[in-house]
């Protein structure tokens, strides 16, 4: 029993250090894309986010307001085979705007989404608003 209380005794005076402060834990969170923010504002200036918008003038459909020569680029691009019936998928439309929009800044990738650069000064300002 002595024995025992000198080794307990004797390890209370050992060093004890704290864990070391440069270690950075992570919560597992949701994956957030950069462009979400953009996204969002986009949908509700092309469609208030209805994912069944249709403009008969332009033939644009979903929420991104797709038109034909965009879905047509796209698949020249990507080898895809989608129509604009498919861009009534919000996810596919989502897909496709990423697509266009990567690497590039809010303002060009809105700007560049929407047409012309010279004529979209005052959508990319509609768009900018809502984010």
């Not at 919000?90 to 650069?117: M, P, Q, T, V």
Request: hydrophobic fraction near 40%.
């Amino acid at each position: 029993m002595k024995m025992t209380l000198i080794i307990l005794f004797l390890m209370t005076t050992l060093p004890v250090t704290a864990p070391r402060e440069d270690v950075l834990y992570i919560a597992e969170t949701e994956a957030i894309n950069y462009y979400d923010p953009l996204i969002k504002a986009i949908v509700d200036v092309e469609s208030k986010g209805n994912v069944y918008a249709f403009n008969f003038f332009e033939q644009a459909v979903g929420a991104f307001q797709i038109r034909p020569c965009r879905i047509n680029h796209y698949n020249e691009l990507t080898g895809s085979n989608y129509t604009t019936d498919d861009c009534f998928d919000y996810e596919l439309s989502r897909e496709i705007f990423i697509y266009f929009a990567k690497g590039k800044s809010y303002e060009r990738a809105a700007r560049d989404w929407n047409g012309k650069w010279s004529l979209t000064k005052n959508y990319w300002k509609r768009v900018k608003s809502r984010l």
